[in-house]
């Protein structure tokens, strides 16, 4: 066990070399043929920022989802072992019957599932999960609010049956039903108080909570009443317990996984990381690497002057040159790709040649910088300064603000970098405490409702995900009209007007550089396999530690 403070004294594991899931980049070797899962032992592995809430349905970073979900179930989850594509059911009994209209939605759930408490789940308890997100009580919040504007209501029909009647047709559906930040509550704790899970732990997850040592780590153990099983039968989680060591500092975590005192850490690494424990562990280590649905933003508190001036937004997107930037920053830390609000290369990215068209995202930085000089003189403010929020997570948030503050200076402007750690920072968007931030968006699937959620009206279905500030009834009726929209072709139409209406003409909110996951880790641990984001199959239940 490491003791506070993690990497100031390090403990030996155990454990020696295996193999990375098939289908690996160079770095990893298939899984043996016919290896079977070996249950015991302790994964230990590294989450680089803290939880600012227990509770998931209020949260929007990782750093509640990858040290808690073990804890949890959802209704629908994505299959960890093709978590890009492929849902599955999770405390649900078999997929959805949908109607013919596709209005409505009945789900048939597990008979065999419990709370940690002891208490039976049953359809009253995913109800109220999903009036808790849909439908927040006063004082709670739910970024993810927007997401579901198709729901009309959400019933138990029985016992064991929840039906979801929706306002209108759409595609994105089934998979807002797999969100990792729905846990699924009792119904009986949020009744008792709706903010109880906050700062509490009651779910139906693989693992039972053992204890939080803040500023120090997170443990779980084998959940004996768990409810999952893999394909062979066998009772699911493999391991009997884990922790979540929280190490900030990248040269600590690359030193923990090099010590063999961590075994893996689920965000990512840099190139440079990577590179460094390849060259100490050799075969003792193995490498994924992914595209990653996740962009940082920069967000403009459109509350606050000059900043709710669109010019002055487009010029400080007109002046970053991504395309230079992305060469550079993906050399040193994990961003690659540029991109609009969809992921690059995804099934609904814009092409290049089209996305050069939109200010910000011009070939021509020089046209760009001066067509920025001009706009910043014509809204009065030629020499503007400000204070540029940003969130003490160095990878890759410190590297691409030097970035933008630097490229900002070409056109005269001066941003002083304001580091937060990540409670405060993600309280002073919230609060509209900043003038402009380096926000961020992350989902857990190529899927325009859940990209374009962040850019409804602040004080509609935005809230407490547009941090921007705006609201703008002409962008929710554009978000609105690509949702109900179910011709593929015509949908990416829509999705694209959005992209040159809301971050060109508008530039609310912009997207700087999308990210590129790369995660090297011990052999030892296997059952993992990458896919394009850090949210979705941290329940840790397929995971298994080989004995040497």
């Given amino acids: 066990m490491f003791p506070k403070r993690v990497g100031l004294t390090l403990v030996a594991l155990l454990l020696a070399s295996a193999c990375a899931p098939s289908g690996t980049p160079a770095g990893a070797s298939p899984t043996a043929a016919g290896e079977k899962p070996q249950s015991g032992g302790e994964l230990l592995y590294i989450v680089t920022a803290e939880p600012p809430t227990f509770d998931a349905h209020q949260s929007t970073t ?20 093709d978590n890009v594509s492929k849902i599955i059911p ?40 999903y009036n808790k997100i849909i439908n927040p009580p006063q004082g709670v919040t739910s970024p993810r609010k927007g997401v579901y ?11 064991f049956t929840v039906t979801f009647k929706l306002k209108y047709a759409t595609g994105s559906f ?70 979540a060591f929280f190490i900030t500092d990248p040269n600590r975590q690359t030193a923990a996984i090099q010590s063999k005192q961590a075994m893996i850490e689920f965000r990512g690494f840099t190139p440079q ?64 790709d540029v991109g609009g609000l969809m992921r690059p290369k995804g099934p609904f990215a814009m092409s290049d040649a089209d996305l050069q068209k939109i200010p910000g995202f011009y070939k021509d930085n020089a046209k760009a910088v001066d067509e920025a000089k ?19 997570v160095t990878t890759p948030y410190e590297p691409v603000a030097v970035f933008a503050i630097n490229e900002w200076k070409k056109i005269g402007v001066t941003a002083t970098h304001q580091v937060k750690e990540t409670a405060a920072y993600l309280a002073d968007l919230r609060a509209g405490n900043y003038d402009v931030g380096l926000d961020f968006n992350c989902d857990y699937f190529d899927e325009p409702d859940l990209q374009l959620a962040k850019f ?49 003409e508008q530039a609310y909110q912009v997207p700087v550089l999308w990210w590129y996951r790369i995660i090297p880790y011990l052999k030892i641990v296997r059952g993992y396999v990458i896919g394009s984001n850090h949210y979705t199959t941290m329940d840790m239940a397929n995971i298994w530690l080989a004995k040497q």
């Avoid at 001009?374 to 003490?392: C, E």
């Avoid at 935005?462 to 179910?486: C, F, H, V, W």
């Fill in 90 to 129: 999770d405390v649900a009994d078999g997929m959805p019957t949908v109607s013919t209209d596709k209005l409505t939605w009945t789900i048939k759930l597990r008979q065999d599932v419990t709370f940690q408490d002891g208490q039976q789940m049953t359809a009253e308890d995913v109800v109220a999960t």
């Fill in 273 to 336: 990381q990577r590179d460094q424990l390849q060259r100490a562990l050799g075969n003792d280590l193995a490498v994924q690497e992914s595209p990653w649905v996740c962009v940082n933003y920069i967000t403009f508190n459109t509350k606050k002057k000059p900043f709710d001036d669109a010019r002055v937004r487009r010029a400080l997107t007109l002046a970053i040159d991504r395309w230079s930037g992305g060469d550079a920053l993906s050399k040193q830390t994990i961003v690659k």
């Fill in 149 to 159: 504007a198709p729901v009309a209501s959400v019933e138990a029909t029985d016992k």
């Fill in 374 to 392: 001009k706009l910043l003189a014509d809204a009065g403010v030629s020499n503007l300064t400000f204070n540029f929020l940003n969130r003490n």
């Fill in 456 to 504: 409804y009206s602040a004080s509609g279905l935005g809230k407490g995900l547009n941090l921007a500030g705006y609201d703008d009834p002409k962008l929710d009726q554009m978000i609105d009209a690509q949702s109900r929209e179910t011709d593929p072709a015509k949908r990416k139409q829509l999705v694209w007007d959005i992209e040159r209406y809301a971050m060109g």
């Fill in 62 to 81: 990782f750093a509640t989802l990858q040290p808690i979900s073990p804890h949890y179930s959802l209704l629908y989850k994505l299959d960890p072992a």
């Fill in 174 to 243: 089934l998979a807002s039903l797999a969100s990792p930040w729905n846990y699924i509550y009792s119904a009986a704790k949020l009744k008792q108080d709706p903010k109880w899970y906050e700062k509490n732990v009651d779910g139906t997850g693989p693992f039972t909570f053992v204890e939080y040592q803040k500023g120090s780590y997170w443990a779980g153990k084998k959940n004996p009443s768990y409810f999952g099983k893999d394909k062979n039968g066998t009772k699911l989680p493999y391991l009997d317990s884990y922790k």
